[in-house]
T-cell receptor
Framework: GAVVSQHPSWVICKSGTSVKIECRSL??????MFWYRQFPKQSLMLMAT?????????EQGVEKDKFLINHASLTLSTLTVTSAHPEDSSFYIC???????????FGPGTRLTVT | AQKVTQAQTEISVVEKEDVTLDCVYE???????LFWYKQPPSGELVFLIR??????QNEISGRYSWNFQKSTSSFNFTITASQVVDSAVYFC????????????FGSGTRLSIRP
């Protein structure tokens, strides 16, 4: 199957700083990428959907100015958590879908801890 | 509104027992997809199966089997002769054809297989 990578796999940052998480499709072109957040022992919640070259569509309740998403190429999407706070500590997972494909391929996730 | 319910929060069985994970979904759309994912302690989601709404045939893959019943809006997952390596959180999920592949996850069932 197709491979999606995320970098970094884990990150610790101080409160007030910004953190960028990368999501890459390694062997296919991802026209659409999705970002999910998962709090401990909870389910995955969709944060936003991004299509290459256009602005991301955020789910209700997700602050677009805090969670900046860029999908500048067909193989890379980035999520930047701006002015991170401890409550932003979570497991962030991306997924990618190719054009006309039904399958979404998930990345391994990035564990963010804000101290 | 779309919703996926996994009523079993945690299940613990002894190795070699059979175990069924329940999943009930809600949608008014007629074209949709149902999924099961496994999330081991590492956090990476493992795709298990996708079933579209027009295919009610049950499926068996090794020790895994799935029972899709539109009449009860259920998509249950059975593991036969469970093994310790099956211990993980299992998510049932729903995606509507009309909503650009957004996946709605259930709350997950934590399965523990005791040796």
């Amino acid at each position: 199957g197709a491979v999606v990578s995320q970098h970094p796999s884990w990150v610790i940052c101080k409160s007030g700083t910004s953190v960028k998480i990368e999501c890459r499709s390694l062997d296919f072109q991802a026209t659409t990428m999705f970002w999910y957040r998962q709090f401990p022992k909870q389910s995955l919640m969709l944060m936003a959907t991004s299509n290459e070259g256009s602005k991301a569509t955020y789910e209700q309740g997700v602050e677009k100015d805090k969670f900046l998403i860029n999908h500048a190429s067909l193989t890379l999407s980035t999520l930047t958590v701006t002015s991170a706070h401890p409550e932003d500590s979570s497991f962030y997972i991306c997924s990618a879908r190719g054009d006309r494909a039904l399958e979404q391929y998930f990345g391994p996730g990035t564990r963010l801890t804000v101290t | 509104a779309q919703k996926v319910t996994q009523a079993q929060t945690e299940i613990s069985v002894v190795e070699k027992e059979d175990v069924t994970l329940d999943c009930v979904y809600e949608t008014r759309d007629t074209t949709y997809y149902l999924f099961w994912y496994k999330q081991p302690p590492s956090g990476e989601l493992v795709f298990l199966i996708r079933r579209n709404s027009f295919d009610e045939q049950n499926e068996i893959s090794g020790r895994y089997s799935w029972n899709f019943q539109k009449s009860t809006s259920s998509f249950n997952f059975t593991i036969t002769a469970s093994q310790v390596v099956d211990s993980a959180v299992y998510f049932c999920a729903l995606s509507l054809y009309s909503s650009a592949s957004k996946i709605i996850f259930g709350s997950g069932t934590r399965l523990s297989i005791r040796p």
